[in-house]
């Protein structure tokens, strides 16, 4: 009889894997976009009318097995097979937080998931023709301005009433205003093209353009304290996007964002 092979003790180890329905509303919930840089992950094949190319992985924040990368030993099984413990990414990504745990911690891709699929949320129902009208920047805004509520439109002050009213800002109430073009949450690799308001406090805006004319420059995002709250598209082509909106039916409220502001988003489907 032949020498038997010396038996590997992680060999019999079942990989807590994640399931088929897992994987479908981690891929939903995404969007297909890859969490850490927005790559779209699935298309369109040309080789048949109803063929698809899937280049998304479902990749475990704590390894499915021992000595797999981030690999918690306090996880139960069914924790580690969970959406809780499911990130989409693109294929690069995928194998980039594998080969390096030190930069990409559990901790962090937790807060990278969370981040894209609220910004994934915000951006649900936003016509296409609202999402493209300026390209992404990696600036904090294209343009700036400061205003007394008192001298917005009736409409447009109508429209950030709630807004006003969370945040006590009477007509005499100045704003900073911010016109970016990515939302405040996505991760700092994500380049979205949609267009956002942002409602920020005048001192802080200020603060920032004194520092950007002393050759400080721009920080790459806003902190989320000095956000009153933000709307789709900019003030000259915001009443577009809204015509848009009521061509499509679609129904917006504001919905409180994780940083604790006011943000008008796509209201959740009901049915």
């Known amino acids: 009889m032949g020498r038997q092979a010396p038996r590997n003790p992680y060999s019999g180890r079942r990989r807590d894997n994640f399931d088929k329905s897992t994987v479908a509303a981690l891929a939903k919930r995404s969007a297909f976009q890859c969490a850490i840089c927005s790559a779209i992950t699935v ?65 962090r891709l937790h807060h990278i998931k969370r981040d894209h699929e609220q910004s994934v949320r915000l951006l649900i129902g936003i016509p296409q023709k609202a999402a493209t009208l300026r390209p992404a920047v990696p600036s904090i805004a294209q343009e700036y301005a400061f205003v007394v509520i008192r001298a917005l439109t009736p ?29 405040m949450n996505g991760p700092k690799m994500a380049k979205r093209e949609t267009p956002w308001t942002v409602f920020v406090k005048p001192t802080w805006l200020r603060w920032v353009l004194q520092g950007h004319g002393a050759g400080f420059g721009l920080p790459g995002e806003v902190p989320p304290d000095q ?35 006011l943000v008008l988003a796509q209201s959740p489907s009901r049915a």
């Open 43 to 107: 298309g369109a094949s040309a080789e048949a009318p109803n063929a698809v190319i899937n280049v998304g992985v479902a990749a475990h924040i704590a390894a499915a097995s021992p000595r797999g990368p981030r690999y918690d030993s306090s996880m139960t099984p069914i924790q580690r097979s969970s959406i809780e413990n499911a990130i989409w990414l693109c294929q690069t990504h995928a194998k980039l937080i594998d080969d390096d745990c030190a930069e990409w911690t559990s901790e």
């Open 227 to 261: 956000i009153y709250g933000q709307i789709p598209g900019w003030p000259d082509t915001f009443f577009e996007f809204l015509a848009a909106i009521v061509e499509t039916g679609t129904t917006f409220e504001w919905q409180r964002s994780l940083a604790g502001y």
């Open 155 to 183: 409409a447009y002050k109508a429209i950030l009433t709630p807004m006003l009213q969370d945040r006590n800002l009477g007509d005499d109430s100045e704003v900073g205003i911010l016109m970016i073009g990515s939302p």
